[in-house]
DNA sequence: TACTGTTGCGATACACCGTATTGGCAAAAT
DNA sequence: ATTTTGCCAATACGGTGTATCGCAACAGTA
């Protein structure tokens, strides 16, 4: 009996943990989207039944709240920034380059309440970087409408950038690709405003727009956060 | 042979159309969230069999966009708005109000390219209502800034009243309610700001929170507005 | 060492999903 | 009256999340 073909042990069960769990959910995602995100394949890549999971999650949904936990570790600055602008720009950022990564979150941003650690993590170093600025309910507008607006702005971007990617093609030949359908829209004539802005848009890079509109947002929390407390 | 016991004919299919669909998967997803939407579900409201929606919508997502454009009808203007601040408060409002009407539609919102007829007749008076006031790539630039500011927002404000509604409290009890879980971090002292944000905040009621951050944007694309093109 | 209790894992099972395929039946056409 | 056509229902398939259950390996005790 030679080793080679000695009975392989029947697979000694690697041990699990939430980590490995978690680790494996995400790659499957990077790969091929959140609807490739089965337990049943989770499990697969660690060489484990389905069942195995339950023992570290209760429920899928509490998987996706630990995947988004966990680019939030991506999403948390290396130092903590050096004024609130910065720190809120500086989020912004980080958020929207690690949407890019996993576009997936795309899906997720926004969905639920973001409560895990890194999350908080992130939120604290946030207000640390507002604190004392303002009276606490104007910071907090401050915090959460900047949220709002790259949240928004970023879901859009992905949603837009999927929509190319599935005709083929940029947003210039986009109104050929997306079908006769958009086209025949605007030919009817109903739309004159929204044909002149497909028509003669400029075509801008996604970053710039995202980071424009940021600007303008800042801008504005500057005015509100300038003003003393009523 | 009396009336009633006569058999009854093999129940004469009702003819179908995407606006009975539709209106059936509007229902059933205001009663029981997106996840109780199934082809199946709706199929068995319109009393057919699953197989016969396939005669007029080709795919489930495209039963999601259609239901998405419905809604879009409710968010269209009466009238055409005044002048662009009133058009994009207005819309901004609108959608909310539609949205807390049909809670589903958070889960939507922005996580596809919106090309249905309503979604467009939206698009037009918005964009009309701006045209003219500044060159096209700054009015799509402010039109999409208040958008994502408001889509997210959106989103964030019901993605909180399912958490309180599920923990069953308000916020102010909701650090209890909330679990173990967030005490716990929050009494580790690691979280000072966020800490104190959670303690002292004042509670204050969604819709002027919202409306608050949408006049901070609104007031960032006044000031863009008003500059001359570079 | 023999036996027993416990624990954790795998297999099985269930209800449901979106959708492809098939077959029969009623209406329309010949 | 017979054939053809077009639509609808039934069936089927491969997937999903998760409850249940039985077994096998280990721990502790006599």
């Known amino acids: 009996m030679t080793v080679w073909d000695r009975p392989e042990p029947p697979t000694r069960p690697v041990p699990l943990d939430r980590e490995r769990i978690v680790a494996a959910a995400i790659a499957l995602a990077d790969e091929g989207g959140l609807e490739a ?14 069942m195995r999971l339950y023992g570290y999650i209760s429920t899928k949904k509490e998987l996706l709240d630990l995947m988004v936990d966990e680019v939030y570790a991506e999403i948390l600055p290396e130092e903590q920034p050096a004024d609130w602008r910065e720190a809120l720009r500086g989020l912004a ?22 409560l895990g650690p890194n999350a908080l993590a992130v939120t604290e170093t946030t207000l640390a970087a507002l604190d004392g600025l303002a009276d606490l309910d104007t910071v907090m507008r401050a915090v959460e409408t ?13 949603a837009n950038l999927r929509a190319e ?8 030949d986009w109104q050929r690709a997306s079908g006769p359908h958009l086209t025949r829209m605007l030919a009817t004539g109903r739309f004159p405003a929204l044909a002149k802005a497909v028509y003669d848009g400029t075509e801008v890079d996604a970053e710039t727009s995202f980071a424009t509109g940021l600007d303008w947002v ?7 956060l300038a003003q003393p407390p009523a």
Not at 37 to 50: E, I, W
Not at 150 to 157: C, K, L, P, V, Y
Not at 165 to 172: M, N
């Open 218 to 224: 800042l801008d504005a929390v500057a005015g509100k």
């Open 93 to 114: 950022h980080r958020t929207r380059q690690a949407t890019l990564r996993h576009e997936w979150l795309a899906d997720l941003l926004g969905g639920r309440p973001t």
């Open 146 to 158: 900047v949220g709002a607006y790259f949240t928004g702005a970023i879901r859009r971007e992905i």
């Open 37 to 50: 995100v089965s337990l049943r394949k989770v499990a697969a890549r660690l060489d484990a039944g389905p």
């Open 165 to 172: 990617r599935a005709t083929g093609l940029s947003k210039r």
